[in-house]
């Protein structure tokens, strides 16, 4: 789980899947890396390993930091126009608050204004002030 407590941000845990292809397809990586290519270009990123329960593996995830309204509205829009490409892709997204951990998950056939609105206030309620504008919600 992501350590959301960072220096006043909220971070969030990025984790694409498809219901088209296997985890290990190289096609499947291969737009995995597109995306997080995408994210690295636009916001502050960090790629870590987390033990997957179970398994004797780990699972690399990307890890986002939100700590301004430009940050989010820029993943946002990332994470829109990957999921639009296809529309057997999911981002599954989440963070801790409050030593409870929370997720929503993102599907190719729209960004769920709900979802995106959980994420924002999360990420207000770490940051502070006011909650984040309402430009930055799915269109």
């Known amino acids: 789980m992501p350590d959301s407590v960072s220096g ?10 498809s219901h088209e292809y ?15 290519s995408e994210l690295r ?3 502050d990123t ?10 004797k593996g780990t699972l690399d995830e990307l890890i986002v930091a939100l700590g301004s309204a430009g940050a989010f509205s820029a993943t946002v829009e990332c994470l829109r126009a990957w999921l639009g490409r296809d529309r057997s892709r999911r981002i599954d997204v989440r963070w801790d ?40 919600g799915p269109s």
């Open 8 to 17: 006043g941000q909220l971070e969030i845990a990025i984790e694409p899947r």
């Open 22 to 36: 296997d985890d290990d397809d190289d096609r499947w990586r291969n737009q995995v890396i597109g995306l997080y």
């Open 41 to 43: 270009a636009q916001v």
């Open 46 to 55: 960090v790629q870590r390993s987390r033990e997957v329960p179970g398994t």
């Open 97 to 136: 608050e409050d030593g409870a951990e929370r997720f929503v998950t993102l599907t190719g056939d729209a960004i769920d204004v709900e979802s995106v609105r959980e994420i924002a206030a999360a990420a207000a309620r770490r940051v502070g002030g006011q909650t984040w504008p309402a430009s930055t």
